[in-house]
């Protein structure tokens, strides 16, 4: 059974720094893994998406890299700005169940001005 | 012009009530979901209709029923609403002939009093 897992949990940094989530899951069979934002009170937004062949994704700031056979991915984050703060989650697209995304537990990140 | 759009945004009600919340996306996908957020963040899979057809029925209780009257709409009904019901439901829908990157709806989020 897929098992998503991120960490840390929460994350406090002041502005400016560069930062790095984590993400890991149990079952290497996937077809692709995404993150996503979520901001209070609000849907998810789509960041990255990498498919299982491809071992990177960019997208301004944001750098998403995979590495199917370990079962990690990381999103790393540039020159962290407050609006960064957010709740990110990322989700892997099994193969043998194709329809369904499996989340994480997100991890909270708070960006101090 | 939401891509993904839910009715109601807030939904409170009593123990024992029935009630529905709708969802509609404009962006020409064939599969649409539903997840629930409970009260630690974590994201699951309810349900999800592929061209109508119902093609995940993850372990929800019968008080619920998906309905998809046609490929751009997926509503869902909870009968006799309990307390545990309470959680913020997302609708979500993708194209199953593309990359799968999925696209969520604001949510709607549900008190049971």
């Known amino acids: 059974k897929q098992e998503v897992t991120q960490i840390p949990a929460a994350l406090s940094v002041p502005e400016g720094e560069n930062l790095v989530l984590n993400c890991s899951f149990t079952d290497s069979a996937i077809y692709n893994l995404q993150w996503f934002r979520q901001d209070p009170g609000k849907g998810l937004t789509s960041l990255l998406l990498?498919?299982?062949?491809?071992r990177e994704q960019t997208s301004g700031r944001l750098n998403a890299s995979l590495d199917k056979s370990s079962g990690r991915s990381t999103l790393y984050i540039a020159a962290s700005q407050p609006g960064d703060s957010a709740t990110y989650l990322c989700a892997v697209r099994p193969i043998d169940s194709s329809y369904k995304l499996i989340f994480g537990s997100g991890t909270r990140l708070l960006v101090r001005p | 012009d939401t891509a993904v759009s839910q009715t109601p945004k807030y939904l409170v009600t009593q123990m024992g009530n029935d009630k529905s919340i709708k969802c509609e996306q404009n962006?020409?996908?064939?599969?649409m979901y539903w997840y629930k957020q409970d009260s630690k963040k974590f994201l699951k899979i309810m349900f999800s209709?592929?061209?109508?057809?119902?093609?995940i029925n993850e372990t929800v209780p019968n008080r619920f029923s998906p309905k998809s009257p046609d490929k751009a709409h997926l509503n869902l009904h909870i009968n006799s609403l309990e307390l545990g019901d309470s959680a913020v439901y997302f609708c979500?829908?993708?194209?199953?002939?593309?990359?799968?990157?999925?696209?969520f709806g604001s949510g709607t989020q549900l008190s049971v009093l």
């Open positions: 962006l020409g996908h064939d599969t």
């Open positions: 990498i498919q299982s062949s491809q």
């Open positions: 979500a829908s993708t194209y199953t002939g593309g990359a799968g990157k999925l696209f």
């Open positions: 209709y592929n061209n109508k057809e119902l093609i």
